[in-house]
């Protein structure tokens, strides 16, 4: 509950103290902040009876004296000049701003500067600078994420940007959790460490007054990762609900568009998926797809009984209950149609892509060893005219991520098929992934063959057999957690920085990996802290990531750096 | 969680600039400087004047007071509370009517019903002020208006299902002291009949019609009583169905996508530009719409006609 609750104090205090009608101005990034943990019928009961977006706001010219203007934004330069020019010509009679992180002096300068009428009450720092998706996952919704694959020297405002944005997130959860946590980085990883040293210079030096909490306990760990360490946990197919309807569908801040499906229903254009408000999603997240079905399908029968029973009202007793219950029953239908209705997509969408074959193939590729036969394996489904162009592309990366040292004439002979069959391919991109994330440059065991204990592990699993072929898969992060709750991290693949030191096992660890999570991890999480181990995990990233987002990433950097090359 | 309050030196700031720049400016700014140094406590709950030309200042006289549409909500609000005050004073004369008295109770019944009533009155015509809030035309105060419709309807909609509730659970523990207490009379007759058995065989017949031709009175009054509770709970219930049928479209399903912040902001956004390109649109085909053309023919015959009549009195 933890990354929820507070977010959504913080919105508490804020309309709390304030009387009256109020309207409720955010910028496009807070909206999402308080947009998955506020519901638009609680902000109803705090009287807040319009919301708006600070850079539209300026363009209505009507006054609203009666209303008292709420604001939460940003702290960004642009964000300033828009409230500036708005405490010009005051339009509401009372203006309360509030910032989502540290306000430059500079700025609060240009602010009281622009308070002729004194209209503004108060000016606060509440630090909600992040998106808490869900208890103990949370996102940055950083746009330019795919800044962190590229070096220093192509873009270094671009990459100063990203960092910036990167430390106020983090600084904010720290904030928002009231704990100093002690920084430990991938030592692979320039823009981790990069980060990392930032972070600790924030945290220690220049507002260490800010960040002095008592330090009773033993310290929180803050561990920062980097994506190319793990490049194969985004490009894989998912099997599990809330995974799978954002790598086939897309989730965007707990919110599922469906109005690019052919025959979606009127009311169900874009549709909700919380833990929080969903009781059924909250059981069913993170099972698989074939429980999924059977679940759903109870649903729909237990909903089709009461429904018979509705339209079966005889005496007046029964007219009065179903009065009394149409407002459930309504519910009811619409979450039930929900869900009907993703997992029919979903369906039409593996058998259109024949997901089933491929994945399986993605899953030996991830998991299992024998290179001719993964070869062999991914050359039929090249080969396959019905595979799609990204599975393609999918399928050659993970083999190439394997296998890159290993045999490279097959492996030119694929990537030269995969030129040829898919049209749209940009050359070189698997080559690009290599240089950014192959195995030289990656922290962690990611296929568990570099260490003998490591490789005698897997061996034992894989005789031990699996349940399902799809769901083999588990992300590296949970060997990371696992080293973390034995004390088996090394400091060389993760050292300290600064002269902080840990010596006993914390208690909260806060992962955040740079370039972005993925639902997969986030589950992977969930299940751990249910284990009740004594460490509590929290899992966040500049952005949340499917395989789209991943390639797309991808492709954004090669092109900038292709086109940076060029201008040198 | 940690916040931090800027206030303090914000307003040291402001006071620091506000000091600077006092010298320089025109006569009006100064007005308005005095005006603003005299009213600075904080509860004023207007503000002064703006800072545009005097030639506005007609607009000031709207500055500070709420449109006319927040009386209406606030009635519907005041109502609300009424009616909260009267389920308070309903539920303690259910409690008093279902516990055993000496009396007939009718009393009791006749102000429960009476309470019922009223609180359904004042639900009824908050339900139909509250249509009038709803506005035409989207703008920012259409926005507010609808949002705080839906606040209304929402409390009006629980305040409703309380009522149902009260009442329900009322009406079923009533039955059950009904028929309790019509057990109790079955069993005193049985013993009554069983004692007056003893006595004489004779008196026994008659013992016997007389108390049945009581009970049967007595079960009539109850039936004819039950009946009319059953009415008026009938009564009660359509009209609170109906109440809840027109507030159920203003009020908004929890945890689906209507409730969403940003899906309204999002929602806003669009309505108004379709709105102004409706707008827009009307205004051009009212432009070149036939009705202008017939109407300017018209006039234009009308003169032409007026102008031959005259010729034709000059000329004969």
Redesign the interface.
Known sequence: MVLIT?VR??IN?MLHDISG?K?LI?DSQT??V??VV????E???K?V?????VD?ISM?K??????KAVYFLRPTSENVVLVRRQL???RF?EYHLFFSN??KDTQ??N???A?????????????ADFVALDSHHFSLNIPSNHMYTLPAVVDPSGLQHFCDQAIDGIAAIF????RRPVIRYSQTSDIAKRIAQEALKLMYQQESG?FD?RRSEVSPLLLILDRRDDPVTPLLNQWTYQAMVHELIGIQ?N?VDLRNIGKSSK?H????L?SE??PFFKANMYENFGDIGMNIKKLVDDFQQIAKSNQNIQT?ED??KF??N??EY??MH??VSKHVTLVTEMSRIVEERKLMLVSQTEQDLACNGGQGAAFEAVTNLLNNEHVSDIDRLRLVMLYALRYEKESPVQLMQLFNKLASHSPKYKPGLVQFLLKQAGVDRRTGDLYGNRDLLNYALNMARGLKGVENVYTQHQPLLSQTMESITKGRMRDVDYPYIGNHFQQARPQDVIIFIVGGTTYEEARVVSLQNATNSGIRFILGGSAILNSKRFLRDLEEAQRIIRTSTNVI | MATRNRTILFRRYRDALKSVRAPVGSSGRALIELSTASLLNPNRSYTPLSTEDPGTSRGTVAVGLPPAWVDVSEEIATNIQRVRGKMAELSKAHAKALMPSFGDGKEDQRQIEALTHEITDLLKKSEKRLQRLSAGGPSEDSNIRKNVQRSLATELQTLSMELRKKQSTYLKRLRQQKEGSDGVDLEMNINGSKSTRDDDDDMDDIGFSEHQMARLKKSEAFTAEREREIQQVVESVSELAQIMKDLSVLVIDQGTIVDRIDYNITNVAASVEDGLKQLQKAERSQKQGGMVMCATILIIMCFVMLVLLVLKEIIF
């Open positions: 507070v104090d913080y205090r009608m309207v955010l909206v999402s308080v947009s506020y519901s638009q019928s902000l109803l009961q009287e009876f319009l919301v708006e977006l539209s209505s009507e006054p609203m004296m009666h209303l010009n010509h005051p009679g540290m306000l609060l300068h602010l009281a500067d308070d002729e009428h004194e209209v503004v009450q108060q000016v606060q720092e509440f630090y904030l928002a959790l009231k800010l909490f801040d919110k009311d254009k874009e549709v909700v919380s408000q969903d007046i007219m009065a009065v009394d149409y407002p309504k519910k619409g979450n």
